[in-house]
């Protein structure tokens, strides 16, 4: 079997020579972009996604790629101008879909990649728009927490479907009556990275950032279960907690939100979602269709969790679930000649009965990468 850095020169000539698209005008299909993209696959994945850039772009990052990856997040940057938010893709079909917004994560990746302050304070203000656009009042909830909406709509004028509100699945049957514990996280951090960001580009950054990031910290209480020591989803209108254990609960942990005693109770629910590839997105399997369901495996929460244990330093775990995902990514890749959108853990395959299967070259890859150089994998 090849090692892991083996492919990652086959994986950049493949992104050079197959998925770099240049699309400066609006088609049937795209909202065109100034800049070449990478594209997160082929057909239907042949656009600019939103939150499979992030992760795409640590993996362009580390492979010298910085020009494509700073490309991508002008190009987000420029889809945000024109529709007051970063839709969850260039492509049409998807103008309402929400995702979790990473725009101040892949800002701060590029301006440590490139030094550019220039670029970081022509950048900033748009940063700091969208996130306003996500703490607005169509998005809190009376809880104090935040829930995902139909982007660029009033729910008062629409019929405001799930579908419509976020990526689906079976933690989001009611995705509007739902405080997610990832979303909540991902905001707090992001206004601590955008007050790092004001200092670094002015010197000083706005001191309401803070405050905002730590009222949402303290209000995401309301989604721990001392119980079961860990965080679900709030169900605010019902004033409970969802019944779906989801390892995106972890991101308290990739944003380092929680002091040391809390991850070390919450490491215990790892066992919960370990398979022979990895982590399963879900605990067991729910009444639902959704490829967002048990035992599939998403490199991006995957990657999250893994990223989480890091920074609390469970480095044997880390260092164990993600050789386990890098081995049968390598093997399947080998056996196939694709990275894929998501992977069955429990069987080691690429397979689920009754779900179909992309190929990709974006956050897979973007994970593969990263992984790889941060456990000093050869």
Request: with cysteine; proline share 6%; net charge negative.
């Amino acid at each position: 079997m090849a090692r892991f850095h083996d492919l990652i020169p086959v994986f950049k000539e493949r992104i050079e020579k197959e998925f770099i698209r240049e699309q400066t005008k609006d088609t049937d299909e795209l909202f065109g972009v100034p800049y070449p993209y990478l594209a997160a696959g082929k057909n239907e994945k042949d656009g600019l996604y939103y939150f499979d850039t992030y992760f795409a772009n640590i993996g362009l990052i580390r492979m010298k790629m910085v020009d494509l990856a700073r490309h991508n997040v002008d190009n987000l940057i420029y889809l945000l101008r024109s529709h007051e938010y970063v839709p969850a893709s260039n492509r049409k079909s998807l103008p309402y879909i929400s995702q979790p917004p990473m725009l101040p994560w892949m800002v701060r990746d590029i301006y440590r990649a490139t030094g550019e302050k220039e670029w970081l304070r022509r950048v900033l203000p748009d940063v700091v728009k969208e996130f306003q656009y996500w703490t607005d009042k169509a998005h809190r909830t009376p809880s104090g927490l935040y829930h995902y909406v139909p982007l660029g709509v009033s729910t008062e004028t629409t019929a405001a479907k799930d579908e419509m509100a976020c990526v689906n699945g079976p933690r989001f049957k009611d995705s509007l009556d739902i405080n997610p514990v990832d979303l909540n996280a991902i905001l707090s951090r992001n206004a601590e990275i955008i007050f790092d960001l004001q200092k670094e580009a002015e010197g000083n950054g706005d001191e309401s950032m803070l405050n905002r990031s730590g009222t949402i910290k303290k209000m995401l209480e309301l989604c721990w279960n001392q119980e079961e020591n860990f965080y679900f989803d709030n169900k605010y209108i019902e004033k409970t907690l969802s019944d779906v254990k989801a390892l995106t609960s972890f991101a308290p942990l990739f944003t380092k939100l929680v002091p040391r005693e809390r991850a070390g109770v919450m490491q215990s629910n790892l066992a919960d979602f370990v398979q022979p590839g990895g982590l399963t997105c879900l605990d067991k399997p729910y009444n639902s269709p959704s490829a967002w369901n048990y035992p599939l495996c998403y490199a991006p929460c995957f990657y999250m969790t893994v990223r989480g244990l890091f920074n609390y330093d469970f480095m044997e775990d880390a260092a164990d679930l993600g050789t386990n995902w890098l081995e049968m990514v390598t093997q399947i890749y080998e056996q196939t000649g694709e990275l894929w959108d998501w992977y069955n853990a429990k069987d080691q395959s690429h397979q689920m009965e009754n779900l179909v299967n992309s190929p990709v070259m974006g956050w897979t890859m973007g994970v593969y990468v990263a992984l790889a150089d941060e456990l000093g994998l050869e």
